[in-house]
Every structure is written in structure tokens, then in C-alpha cells.
């Protein structure tokens, strides 16, 4: 195990290696094995750059707020891509500039250097096309609406007819079916947050912005939810980027941790958790476990 820092922010947040799979320079022995790049080189293959479909791909990215005094740097030169399906958390300190990154990657932001697209889609473009779900860590839901008219939601925004069928599929899969007809008010907070989570997979989006969705709750609901999560996330498809400030919840749900110094943000290192995601109620007991936190948290500490 060892990390080091990347020469020019380049960074790969690829799924879960195949054993013996080629990655740049490094050749992944087995899987369930611990690794950390440095975060420097070439772009590496993956299984979204292969063939098997579009991936996201943040390339050389930077971004300042403008302000009276200049401009304030939030973003500095990151790079990283996710094959499709995939699944990348994003940690770094507070201020460092995780939520500028995402709404970057929403394309509600314009990067001031570098890009990003999604098999070559721009974001802007994406997010006018509804393939981009977005859940924050305030659900914000519209308190007049019911839990069902909260996850159509999309669809009356964008003049889309509903789909009516994947709604019901979608309170399904998030155990809100019997709460469909509830207004926000009667849920738990964890259950408006998974209310949240089914309106951002509304329109079937190739890209599932996630910002702290988690980061109020207790940490048995908090943990039902991420198992949820990697399940809808199966079930769907979609390739999903997160951000957290618990180590312990990016190791559970992460196939690439991408860990971030201090505003303006650069990539510090990876870390890949080739672990199944079916296996990972069991890695969260395992000394494995413990060791990939404190891997990670001691990058952190490295990046401050
Ligand atoms: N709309 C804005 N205008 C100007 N500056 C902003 C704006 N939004 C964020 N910032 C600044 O950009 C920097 C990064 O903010 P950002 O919200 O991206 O951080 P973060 O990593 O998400 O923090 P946290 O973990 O606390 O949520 C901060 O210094 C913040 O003050
Ligand atoms: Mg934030």
C-alpha cells in the first residue's frame, strides 16, 4: 500500500478491476486486493473506455468563483473518468470544493479550464436532456406534493410525459410503495432523503449526482441506505459520483475513492476497492475494511 501524489492531477475513478487485468503500469493481481495509485499518468483503461459504453470523463478541470478581489480558486486541474456503471466517491476537507466539482459535472457550472463530457455530450447539454439526477443533502421537497407527485417531479419541469410504470418501479426499489400517496411531512428524514434519491433517478439519467445525500442520518439508517443504494445503483445502471465526508461510507460504497487536498481542490490519490459490491455488507466487518479506512484517512491527513 503506498500513495503518492499525482504530477498533474490525472486520475482515474475505474470500476472494479478483473484479476490480471492491465491498468497503466500496474497489474491488478486478484481481486479483494488493496491497492492505491499514485493518481499521475495516461488515462487507463476501464471497462466504460473499452467498448462496454460512455464514461464520464473530467479532464484538467479548473474553476474560480468570481468575486470583487478576483477570482476565489475552487477547483484546480482535476481529472478523472468513470466507466459506466461505475461508481466514484469524492472526499475532501469542508471548503475544499467537492460541491463546486459536482455542479461542474451538472453542468450548472462552466469549468474556466479543461472539460468534461459524457461520451462526448457536454454537461449542459446533458442536463437539458434530464440525464443527469441530481439528490442533495437537503431532499428539498416540495412539502404540497405526495411522495409519488414528488418523484414526477422531472417530468413536469421538463414537459416530459411521466412514466408512469418506472415511478412505481422506482418507490419500489427505494421501500417507498406504501408511502406513495404521504405527504413529505408524514416521512422520516431518511425516507425523504430516499424520496430524493428515486426523484433524481426519475428520468433514467446516465450520470446520479449525489452530494451528501446520507450526511444526516444515523449511522444504522445511514447504512441501510448506502446498502440500498448499491442496489438501485445495480438495478439501474447508472453510473453514479458521490460526495461524503465519512471514510468509512465511501469504503462501502465506492469502486474508486478519489481523495482531495484543500480548496482550490486537486485530485491527492486513489484508492480502488476491488471488492463486489454484493460483498460488501461482509467487507464492513473485515480488518480489510479498517485497513482501506485508514488508508484513506491518512491521505487526507497528507493532502491538509
Ligand atoms: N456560489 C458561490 N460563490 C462564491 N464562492 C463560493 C460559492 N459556492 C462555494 N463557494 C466557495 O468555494 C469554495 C468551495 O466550496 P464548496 O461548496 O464546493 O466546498 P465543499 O468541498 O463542498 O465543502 P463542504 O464539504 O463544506 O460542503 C468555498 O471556499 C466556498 O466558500
Ligand atoms: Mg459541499
Known amino acids: 500500500m503506498s500513495l503518492a501524489s499525482p504530477a498533474a492531477g490525472h486520475t482515474q475513478a475505474g470500476g472494479p478491476a478483473a484479476p490480471g487485468e492491465q491498468q497503466g ?15 499521475a499518468g495516461p488515462a487507463q483503461a476501464s471497462p466504460g473506455e473499452s467498448g462496454a459504453g460512455p464514461v464520464l470523463r473530467v479532464d484538467g478541470v479548473s ?68 440525464r443527469v439526477g441530481f439528490a442533495f443533502q437537503d431532499p428539498g421537497l416540495l412539502s404540497w406534493r405526495s411522495v409519488r407527485r414528488n418523484i414526477e417531479l ?12 418506472w415511478v412505481d418501479h422506482l418507490l419500489e426499489i427505494t421501500n417507498l410503495a406504501d408511502w406513495a400517496n404521504r405527504r413529505p411531512r408524514e416521512l422520516s428524514g431518511g425516507m425523504r432523503q430516499r424520496v430524493a434519491l428515486a426523484r433524481a433517478l426519475a428520468t433514467r439519467p446516465d450520470v446520479l449526482l449525489l452530494d451528501e445525500p446520507f450526511g444526516a442520518l444515523d449511522e444504522i439508517t445511514r447504512a441501510d441506505l448506502n446498502f440500498e443504494l448499491l442496489r438501485i445503483v445495480a438495478d439501474t445502471g447508472t453510473t453514479c459520483l458521490l460526495v461524503t465526508h465519512s471514510v468509512d461510507e465511501a469504503v462501502l460504497l465506492a469502486d474508486t475513492v478519489v481523495v482531495l487536498g484543500p480548496r482550490p481542490c486537486r485530485v491527492h490519490a486513489t484508492h480502488t476497492v476491488d471488492v463486489p459490491r454484493g460483498d460488501r455488507r461482509e467487507l464492513r466487518d473485515s480488518a480489510e475494511f479498517a485497513a482501506r479506512c485508514r488508508e484513506i484517512r491518512s491521505a487526507l491527513e497528507a493532502a491538509r
Do not use: Q
Open 25 to 39: 503500469s500496474v497489474v491488478v493481481p486478484e481481486p479483494r486486493s488493496m491497492r492505491s495509485d499514485a493518481a
Open 63 to 130: 474553476f474560480g468563483y468570481p468575486g470583487r478581489r478576483g477570482a476565489l480558486a475552487a477547483v484546480d486541474n482535476v481529472s478523472f473518468t468513470l466507466p459506466v456503471g461505475g461508481l466514484g466517491v469524492l472526499v475532501g476537507p469542508s471548503g475544499c470544493g467537492k460541491s463546486t466539482l459536482l455542479r461542474l459535472v451538472a453542468g450548472l457550472l462552466e469549468p474556466t479550464a479543461g472539460t468534461i463530457d459524457l461520451a462526448g455530450v457536454a454537461p449542459a447539454r446533458l442536463r437539458r436532456d434530464r
Open 154 to 165: 422531472p417530468f413536469d419541469l421538463a414537459r416530459l410525459p411521466k412514466d408512469s410504470a
